[in-house]
């Protein structure tokens, strides 16, 4: 299953990549992905405008790219992938974060090196 | 995860003028000065413009949620301990890029590429969280901050910087 993290700006490296930092998880130890196997390039940016942008109440924000990784990668991190969020159409969680932060830095790494790739929105 | 006595040569030189600077930075960053043989100050503009970089980071996480549901906003203490993090690392280091954790820890990145990597993620308890890759080693640990900036911290540093 191929899976995207949508970014802003501030989240792209001048180099570049992404900053693993953006796969770090919510106080629930859940990180938000969507499913995106089979979806069209175009309407991967409108799930991000529908899902991601209109959804955000505390300020505007644009999407600038995404974070794109198979489950491979993610449970090659030690991770694991929730992969249906019922309430959330295409939605699904990266579960399985340790509770020490230095354990989920390495396990952002590790998810990076194992394949997630900066995809930049055209 | 092993520490390496290996200078790099790199541009840093001691300098007792560095605010917060502790022993053993001020030991990392003779190290640093003795392997490369030429200073770049670490002046105290210098240290302004990286704390305007933080702060434009944090004032995009300044309120619950603003990464979606169930983050937190950037910890208050997180970012003043972040200031005192950046006061203590020698003269001469690098900027990192910043990040805001969902969980409201402050993320410093030094990224050079091939393996050459270290996050650094400071709490609102003062607790230094890193993971670090070289090469083939990999490394990750939780140190207190006091002051001065971790041993362990500036071995890593040293070894992710790239050679001149």
Redesign the interface.
């Known amino acids: 299953m191929l899976v995207s993290h949508f970014l802003e700006q501030d989240e792209i490296k001048r180099n570049g990549d992404f900053k693993p930092a953006a796969l770090l998880p919510s106080r629930t130890l859940r990180t938000s992905v969507f499913r995106t196997d089979d979806v069209a390039e175009a309407r991967i940016w409108e799930i991000a405008d529908a899902e991601v942008v209109a959804k955000r109440t505390d300020r505007v924000i644009s999407i600038h790219g995404r974070a794109e990784m198979r489950d491979s990668a993610i449970s090659a991190a030690g991770l694991a992938l929730d992969p249906r969020i019922p309430e959330r159409e295409a939605h699904a969680d990266i579960i399985g974060w340790p509770a020490e932060v230095d354990e989920r830095l390495d396990r952002a790494l590790a998810i990076r090196e194992a394949g997630a790739y900066l995809r930049l929105r055209a | 995860m092993t520490v390496t006595d290996d200078p790099r040569s790199l541009p840093f030189q001691a300098r007792d003028s560095t605010p917060g600077m502790g022993s053993e930075a001020k030991d990392l960053a003779r190290r640093f000065g003795r392997a490369h043989g030429h200073s770049t100050a670490y002046s105290n503009a210098s240290r302004l413009i990286v704390k305007r970089a933080l702060a434009e ?1 944090c004032e ?1 996480a300044s ?1 619950e ?8 906003a950037a910890e208050p203490m997180a970012i003043l301990y972040s200031e005192d993090f950046i006061d203590s690392l020698p003269s001469g280091f690098p900027s990192p ?1 910043f ?1 805001i ?3 409201g ?1 402050i ?1 410093l ?1 030094w ?1 050079y ?1 091939n ?1 050459r ?1 270290l ?1 650094v ?1 400071v ?1 609102r308890d003062g ?1 230094v ?3 670090g ?1 070289f090469g083939i080693e ?1 490394g ?3 140190v207190p901050f006091r002051g001065a900036l971790p041993r362990p911290i500036g071995e890593w540093l040293l070894r992710v910087f790239p050679k001149r």
Do not use: C, M
């Not at chain 2, 949620?65 to 937190?72: I, K, V």
């Open positions: 980071a995009r309120v949620g603003w990464a979606g549901p169930g983050t937190s890029e990040s954790a969902p969980t820890e993320i990145e990224d590429g393996r990597v996050l993620s709490d607790v969280s890193y993971a890759r990999k990750h640990a939780a």
